[in-house]
């Protein structure tokens, strides 16, 4: 079964640091999108993004935060100069369609921040 | 500002048992809405999806939607020890809002 996956599943950086959480959705998907959890609270939408370009941003992704695609499977997406309240997981999914019942979310990569 | 609500918990059930898991949300325009399950460090799994108002049954899972209240239930019939996780609501207003998920235990 296709599945969406992310590297690395760790990370640990330094507060101001630059770090780049990639992605490569399932293939045939063409809508994509980061989310982000906070330990012990809720998924959070932080960007879609579709045919190349972003669809939507939340309030947190502010520009400190950017996306790519920089081949035609990777996704990724980058923080500038890391917080320490920029720990979290983050997820990443991908569709086949804009209706989000087709939306499949990768295992995450826990970002912690010192 | 758009919420997705749920009871934190934990709700406790005895296997076998019927779980009822509640959601409210606060946008009257949203059309779609979702039943995620997440096991402690794992990305959230869909379970469920409901348009229509009344019931969608898949197994031993049923979603349930009201759209005048704005309410979105779950039951899981027979519960099993395995279906221990947390339940996140979330609902699609162009893009996905998730409530803060509620913890069920269900034990032997």
């Given at each position: ?114 | ?97 998730f409530g803060t998920g509620t913890r069920l235990q269900v034990f032997p």
């Amino acid at each position: 079964e296709p599945e969406v996956t992310q590297t690395p599943s760790h990370q640990v950086t330094q507060m101001g640091q630059e770090v780049i959480l990639r992605c490569v959705p399932i293939s045939n998907h063409l809508y994509f999108y980061w989310y982000r959890q906070i330990l012990g609270q809720k998924v959070e939408f932080l960007v879609s993004f579709y045919n190349n370009e972003i669809s939507e941003k939340s309030e947190i992704f502010d520009d400190q935060f950017s996306v790519e695609r920089p081949d035609g499977s990777n996704f990724t997406l980058k923080i500038r100069s890391t917080k320490l309240e920029d720990s979290a997981m983050y997820f990443c999914a991908s569709s086949d369609r804009r209706l989000s019942e087709t939306q499949y979310f990768g295992p995450g990569t826990r970002l912690l921040v010192l | 500002q758009k919420e997705v609500e749920q009871n934190s918990g934990p709700l406790s059930v005895p296997e076998g048992a019927i779980a009822s898991l509640n959601c409210t949300y606060s946008d009257r325009g949203s059309q779609s809405f979702f039943w995620y399950r997440q096991y402690s460090g794992k990305s959230p799994e869909l379970i469920m999806f409901i348009y229509s108002n009344g019931d969608k049954e898949d197994g031993r899972f049923t979603a349930q939607l009201n759209k005048a209240s704005q309410y979105v239930s779950l039951l899981i019939r027979d519960s099993q020890p395995s279906d221990s996780a947390t339940y996140l609501c979330a609902v699609d207003t162009d893009k996905l809002i998730f409530g803060t998920g509620t913890r069920l235990q269900v034990f032997p």
